[in-house]
């Protein structure tokens, strides 16, 4: 709006208490009388405003009245400048020399003093250039910084620090710094400020006032603002810098801003400058961690630990949280975290041309065009550049030959190769990943040798020149509009950006739930951990239980149930019977059968403490505890247990079955009766049994103690916090990392304290801070399956090969001798009935015998249907013929132990009536009900 008088143009500020007042004083529209349902205010000197210009902050009209009366305070004074005038009289017209007002009240308490006198060069509305004295009253500090009143910038005040220092107004302050020695408020109106040239104006003795960062392109603030967790700048450029990622735990008061206490980016720290009002950030109070070279400011210092040393001469240093993050920020790091993780190698890159403007997928190269027939899917070529807009001035695009047809998967492509297929829409299932327009303004501190141009007559983009005269602008702008980056980079597995826009809308990863790593989506559930927090096999579509089904977790409840209280029950009837016994041959049955039913015992004791680990300990969130478990003293206790009971329970049955055919030899040779127990007899059934105990303790222990630990130590577990080691590490991943870390090595078999030894020098260890590398456990011989069984499933490389094929072997043949004595027990005892067929005890010796060889039937069977196919499946396993780790449950929890139930039923008349009674009377109950019969009709 302006009034035209005489053609002259005058601004709104100039028709303060023109508008809405009535009278038209623009010549012929009237204008200054129109759209007055706008809320004014009038002010003490007449002058009309709009509300909204009304102490914003901004001077909107001539002296800055509209922000003279403000929060309670005056800032100049009012007086009659005539009879009917009220004059609004500046601050700086005060004490200047010349009187304004009528009374002379602006010339009044001017004396001079060294706390009342500013000099400054000041060019008044009457072109009159005088020394001005300004008072520092509360009045006449801190108003609103006014270019317009000064008129030629460099006439401000020589020493402005007077004029915007020690601010009345709470509001007007801007922040606090000292200033000739004493600390004193300023204006929020000098704090980076365009229009003051701070070489010329000294205002903080520091310079504070002027530590104003570019901090993107459409953004400048000063520091202070910075990582406040208020967003000053419209693109919030302010907190995703950087510098914002790691601040300090403790706070203080920022020189510049009234925000109160904040935390600092720890980059302040120790930086040479005092961003603190005491200064205190420069103190040496600040946590610190380490010594030497692994010196460092911290947040807190009650959380140091030691940190990873990089490899080579110029050995730096890196945050254990920031391993294997994808950044080459510590030499090879990177590679050493794909060695131990056995990671997939990631191609990135596309077959570019040398001006980089034609681009080619691998089997689209010249001479591989059969791969392309064979794949049926023929290759094409198309012009391709983001946004797909017409830029002044380039006219050149990138040639991109891809596959044609638009089926492809892209869940195994990265990089150039992700972004150039999904955005020419050739994915079946991946949308393309550019979204942020290259604008002039994003990425300030990237490019310095940018070239701006206007794309589609809209906005302005800029490009890079390239080879020749070709421009470029293929880069990815991240969601922070700080930071761009190459294709390449963008859907690597690698946070580049800092704010994982590059790697969130990308179709090929598997995201970590509580870490910011991305790994490819493949290795999702494929039996390896490849997340620190192991949610890539921990969750609902692969989590694991140590028993995998139903079936098996009721099965193993049943039979580990019956066969601790069926042997408990053969026990002690044994052992109430071996009390009573008179001859040689009971004493050594009853004996065995003893040992036997302790065997089964601890089989069963084994079968359900699984189980309740499986069901009530564990349950659906086992899959987090696994590499504990399986590396834990209890998993190798049960193992123990297991083995020595089904140790002890074959060789007592090998030696019962024995002691049977030499009694059934006896009676059909000799007829000679059995010796009488005596002490010497006694003596030695009690030597045979520690025997076997001993022998069966001997097998379940060798593969734990630690002498052996070299052939017996499957891999070993290090801390979390390594974030190299995930899982269980076996012994030849580490020795690859140990290559990678420490250079070429001699081909050669290091022990594990030698390997755990070098694991550790890679580590820093000072102060005694948390030494994650001293938590170190063994994945022992019972713990490569949750079932913690023997290790019976094993193949060619495993260097405990030799020990559980000599063990099968002995089982083996311990079972074909208990099958051949019980089969010559069963043509003794046909011969002895013989003689005795035509006596009255005919019939009672026949039951006997028919009874016994159905025993004898039960025994050879059942031995048959668990061991010979679980040793043939082991052989062929060793061969590598087919994998039987899928079975490894179903035999240590069902065909293995079975045993241990029908034992104590063969041995024990009674217990097999104990078991035969549920099953008996759930038959009857069926028949009393007629069931069949319903069924029938």
Same mark, same amino acid.
């Not at 005058?10 to 508008?19: C, D, F, H, N, Q």
């Not at 200064?279 to 210092?301: F, Q, S």
């Not at 047809?405 to 020419?424: A, P, R």
């Not at 013989?834 to 009255?840: D, G, I, N, R, T």
């Given at each position: 709006?302006?009034?035209?008088?005489?053609?002259?143009?005058?601004?709104?500020?100039?028709?303060?208490?023109?508008?809405?007042?009535?009278?038209?004083?623009?010549?012929?529209?009237?204008?200054? +009388?129109?759209?007055?349902?706008?809320?004014?205010?009038?002010?003490?000197?007449?002058?009309?405003?709009?509300?909204?210009?009304?102490?914003?902050?901004?001077? +909107?009209?001539?002296?800055?009245?509209?922000?003279?009366?403000?929060?309670?305070?005056?800032?100049?004074i009012y007086c009659k400048r005539d009879k009917k005038t009220t004059a609004y009289i500046h601050p700086l017209s005060l004490c200047d020399g010349w009187r304004d007002c009528a009374n002379g009240e602006d010339e009044e308490n001017c004396e001079e003093a060294d706390i009342t006198i500013n000099t400054c060069e000041t060019k008044k509305t009457r072109s009159r250039l005088l020394k001005a004295k300004v008072s520092l009253h509360n009045y006449t500090v801190c108003?609103?910084?006014?270019?317009m009143y000064f008129g030629d910038k460099n006439l401000f005040c020589k020493k402005l620090m007077l004029y915007q220092t020690n601010c009345s107004d709470e509001v007007r302050i801007g922040g606090e710094c000292q200033i000739d020695g004493h600390m004193t408020t300023i204006s929020k109106d000098i704090i980076c400020n365009p229009e003051i040239e701070y070489d010329k104006h000294m205002i903080c003795d520091d310079r504070i006032e002027r530590t104003c960062l570019p901090i993107s392109k459409s953004c400048t603030q000063h520091k202070h603002f910075m990582c406040d967790e208020v967003s000053d700048c419209k693109d919030n450029s302010d907190e995703t810098h950087p510098d914002c990622r790691t601040k300090t735990k403790s706070t203080c008061r920022r020189k510049i801003g009234r925000r109160g206490n904040l935390t600092l980016p720890l980059v302040w720290i120790s930086d040479g400058v005092e961003d603190c009002i005491n200064?205190?950030?420069?103190?040496?109070?600040?946590?610190?961690?380490?010594?030497?070279?692994?010196?460092?400011?911290?947040?807190?210092?009650?959380?140091?630990?030691?940190?990873?040393?990089?490899?080579?001469?110029e050995r730096g240093y890196e945050e254990l949280d920031l391993l294997c993050d994808g950044l080459e920020s510590c030499g090879n790091?990177?590679?050493?975290?794909?060695?131990?993780?056995?990671?997939?190698?990631? *191609?990135?890159?596309?077959?570019?041309?040398?001006?980089?403007?034609?681009?080619?997928?691998?089997?689209?190269?010249?001479?591989?065009?059969s791969i392309s027939k064979l794949s049926n899917n023929p290759c094409t070529t198309e012009l391709f550049i983001f946004p797909d807009h017409q830029f002044f001035g380039v006219d050149k695009k990138s040639e991109v030959t891809l596959p044609r047809?638009?089926?492809?998967?892209?869940?195994?492509?990265?990089?150039?190769?992700?972004?150039?297929?999904?955005?020419?829409n050739r994915c079946k299932n991946s949308t393309c990943p550019l979204k942020n327009l290259p604008r002039y303004e994003v990425c300030p501190n990237q490019y310095q040798d940018r070239i701006g141009t206007i794309a589609n007559n809209e906005y302005l983009v800029f490009f890079t020149k390239t080879r020749g005269d070709n421009y470029s602008n293929k880069y990815f702008v991240c969601?922070?509009?700080?930071?761009?980056?190459?294709?390449?980079?963008?859907?690597?597995?690698?946070?580049?950006?800092?704010?994982?826009?590059?790697?969130?809308?990308?179709?090929?990863?598997?995201?970590?739930?509580?870490?910011?790593?991305?790994i490819p989506k493949i290795e999702k559930c494929d039996g390896n951990f490849n997340c620190p927090d192991l949610s890539d096999e921990c969750n609902d579509l692969c989590s694991k239980e140590i028993l995998k089904t139903p079936f098996l977790k009721v099965s193993s409840m049943i039979i580990g149930s019956m066969a601790v209280v069926a042997n408990l029950i053969t026990i002690a009837r044994n052992s109430m019977a071996l009390v009573r016994c008179k001859n040689s041959v009971a004493l050594v049955n009853k004996t065995l059968v003893i040992i036997v039913s302790f065997g089964d015992f601890l089989v069963g004791c084994y079968l359900l403490v699984v189980t309740i680990y499986d069901s009530v300990i564990f349950g659906k969130s086992y899959c987090l505890y696994q590499i504990k478990w399986v590396t834990s003293g209890i998993c190798s206790t049960i193992g123990v247990l297991s083995t020595v009971g089904v140790q002890v329970s074959l060789f007592a049955m090998v030696g019962l079955s024995l002691v049977r055919l030499n009694g059934a030899r006896n009676s059909v040779n000799s007829m000679k009766l059995p010796g009488e127990v005596t002490e010497v007899k006694c003596f030695r059934v009690a030597l045979v049994a520690i025997c076997i105990v001993l022998a069966s303790i001997a097998i379940a222990i060798i593969p734990i103690v630690n002498a052996f630990e070299d052939f017996f130590v499957n891999g070993?577990?290090?801390?979390?916090?390594?974030?190299?080691?995930?899982?269980?590490?076996?012994?030849?991943?580490?020795?690859?990392?140990?290559e990678a870390y420490y250079g070429r090595m001699k081909e050669t078999s290091l022990c594990w304290d030698t390997i755990i030894s070098m694991v550790r020098s890679m580590f820093s260890h000072d102060f005694g801070y948390n030494d994650h590398t001293s938590v170190v456990t063994k994945l022992d011989f019972y713990g490569n399956d949750g079932v913690c069984l023997f290790k019976y499933f094993v193949n060619q490389?495993?260097?405990?090969?030799?020990?559980?094929?000599?063990?099968?072997?002995?089982?083996?043949?311990?079972?074909?001798?208990?099958?051949?004595?019980? *089969?010559?027990?069963?043509?003794?005892?046909?011969?002895?009935?013989?003689?005795?067929?035509?006596?009255?005890?005919?019939?009672?010796?026949?039951?006997?015998?028919?009874?016994?060889?159905?025993?004898?039937?039960?025994?050879?069977?059942?031995? *048959?249907?668990?061991?010979?196919?679980?040793?043939?499946?082991c052989v062929l396993h060793s061969m590598e013929i087919l994998d039987a780790t899928p079975w490894y449950s179903l035999f240590s929890m069902i065909i293995l132990p079975i045993n241990s139930v029908i034992n104590p039923m063969l041995y024990d008349d009674v217990v097999a009536g104990v078991v035969k009674t549920p099953f008996c009377f759930l038959r009857n109950r069926i028949f009393e009900l007629d069931v069949f019969g319903h069924f029938g009709t």
């Open positions: 709006m302006a009034k035209s008088t005489d053609k002259k143009i005058i601004t709104l500020s100039e028709m303060a208490g023109w508008i809405c007042d009535g009278e038209k004083d623009c010549a012929g529209s009237g204008r200054d +009388e129109t759209d007055c349902s706008t809320t004014f205010h009038t002010l003490p000197s007449g002058r009309k405003i709009t509300s909204s210009m009304l102490c914003n902050g901004v001077c +909107e009209i001539w002296e800055c009245e509209d922000e003279a009366n403000c929060n309670g305070l005056t800032y100049g108003s609103v910084f006014d270019p200064g205190e950030d420069e103190l040496g109070i600040w946590p610190t961690c380490g010594a030497g070279k692994t010196y460092r400011l911290v947040a807190r210092n009650e959380t140091c630990e030691n940190v990873f040393l990089c490899p080579g001469e790091e990177n590679r050493i975290c794909s060695l131990s993780r056995s990671s997939s190698k990631v *191609f990135t890159d596309l077959h570019t041309s040398s001006d980089g403007f034609i681009k080619r997928l691998s089997f689209c190269l010249k001479g591989l065009g047809l638009v089926t492809q998967n892209c869940d195994d492509m990265f990089g150039e190769q992700y972004v150039y297929t999904s955005c020419t969601d922070n509009k700080i930071k761009c980056i190459d294709y390449s980079q963008v859907c690597d597995l690698v946070d580049d950006c800092g704010d994982a826009s590059d790697e969130i809308s990308c179709t090929n990863h598997f995201r970590c739930k509580a870490s910011r790593l991305f070993v577990r290090f801390s979390e916090k390594l974030r190299f080691f995930l899982g269980t590490s076996k012994k030849q991943d580490i020795l690859l990392v140990i490389n495993d260097p405990q090969k030799y020990y559980v094929w000599t063990i099968l072997g002995i089982n083996l043949i311990c079972f074909l001798l208990i099958s051949i004595s019980y *089969f010559l027990i069963s043509l003794f005892t046909k011969s002895s009935a013989k003689p005795l067929a035509k006596s009255p005890v005919h019939r009672l010796i026949n039951r006997r015998n028919r009874k016994m060889n159905r025993k004898i039937a039960v025994i050879i069977s059942t031995d *048959f249907i668990s061991w010979i196919p679980f040793s043939f499946t």
